[in-house]
């Protein structure tokens, strides 16, 4: 099992805790902010980096190649917790247009 060395977790663990810190922000922004482009603010990052890190991987040969797909994994996992975060965000706004 792989450990997150500077807090001595496992990084499965750690990666979870990102991802709700990521979908929390996520959740704030759709129901704080008023501009859509901010509030998709977070999606674009994460987009922009998991095409970074394929385009990187496509690069460099060897295990770096490993590393930056298993960055492009992570950046899609949080880039699903901010889909979970817009689709909690939908379907509360949804239920208050029909109440």
């Known amino acids: 099992m792989l450990h997150f060395e500077w807090f001595e977790i496992r990084t499965d663990i750690f990666v979870l805790m990102l991802s709700i810190i990521w979908l929390l922000t996520q959740i704030f922004l759709c129901f704080k902010v008023k501009k859509k482009w901010i509030r998709l603010m977070l999606v674009y990052f994460f987009l922009v980096l998991i095409v970074l890190f394929i385009a990187l991987s496509l690069i460099f040969d060897g295990w770096d190649r490993v590393g930056f797909l298993i960055l492009a994994i992570g950046c899609v996992v949080f ?21």
Do not use: P, Y
């Open 79 to 99: 880039l699903f917790a901010c889909g979970i975060g817009w689709l909690i965000w939908w379907m509360v706004s949804r239920n208050r247009k029909v109440n």
